[in-house]
């Protein structure tokens, strides 16, 4: 019970409870949708690209586990004017925290850390990855459909 209230801590729950589990874009450049087969989470990541490339929108619709709401709670409080550089950089960060042990984001991305506790719950892994897996690919769909001329 005690790993499991550190799983599920008053944060987590707070972040879970705050999302909007359905604040869709009206008209993306792209729109993914991913699914966890092993818990059953799925997320649908909208983007709309600035002319640099950037975020100038984002918009998504979660059905996940707390853990994977808290994910996509603080994916949406800071995906605007990012680069796909800047978020594989912090999908690629969020994976090392949770599978190998490494370090949990700070800055800007600080409140990650409080997935940490996810690390020993291999499980949970997949429904916490999801939103930035997803914006990832929303940005490099959005960005291809820019470059043949085509809708996401």
Avoid at 109 to 114: N, S
Wanted: aromatic share 2%.
């Amino acid at each position: 019970m005690e790993s499991h209230e550190a799983l599920y801590n008053d944060r987590i729950l707070t972040l879970a409870g705050g999302l909007a589990k359905d604040d869709r874009l009206a008209d993306p450049d792209a729109s993914v949708q991913m699914d966890s087969p092993l818990c059953g989470s799925r997320i649908r990541v909208d983007v709309k690209l600035a002319a640099d490339g950037r975020i100038a929108a984002y918009g998504q619709q979660v059905r996940a586990c707390a853990l994977g709401q808290s994910a996509a709670a603080i994916m949406k409080a800071h995906a605007a004017g990012k680069t796909v550089g800047d978020l594989m950089a912090i999908r690629d960060a969020v994976e090392a925290m949770l599978k190998r042990g490494g370090p949990a984001p700070s800055g800007e991305w600080a409140d990650l850390a409080v997935l940490e506790p996810a690390r020993n719950h291999k499980s949970r892994h997949a429904s916490i990855l999801l939103p930035f897996k997803a914006v990832v690919r929303a940005m490099e769909d959005a960005a291809a459909g820019r470059a043949t001329g085509t809708d996401g």
